[in-house]
């Protein structure tokens, strides 16, 4: 049977996993932060596309419907 472990041995191995976990740690905090960088992010677009979108698509419709009075008014001159 296997002796067992010494208190030194014990140590050794917590302190390993300490250090594993602070890595760890530090890394998950360096991610989150970049995904709520990411999220921050995407909020600003989608803010964007819907304020352009709101005002976009009224003058896109009113361009389009004056260029077809614009062209009706043609035929009926050339007529």
Do not use: C
């Not at 740690?25 to 964007?48: C, D, F, H, M, P």
């Amino acid at each position: 049977m296997d002796a067992p472990y010494s208190n030194r041995e014990i140590d050794s191995h917590f302190l390993e996993i300490k250090e594993t976990l602070e890595r760890i740690e530090k890394q998950t905090i360096k991610t989150n932060g970049r995904v709520s960088s990411l999220e921050e992010w995407r909020s600003y677009v989608v803010g964007a596309v819907a304020v352009l979108v709101l005002i976009g698509l009224p003058l896109l419709t009113y361009n389009l419907w004056q260029t077809v009075r614009l062209s009706e008014a043609v035929a009926k001159i050339i007529e």
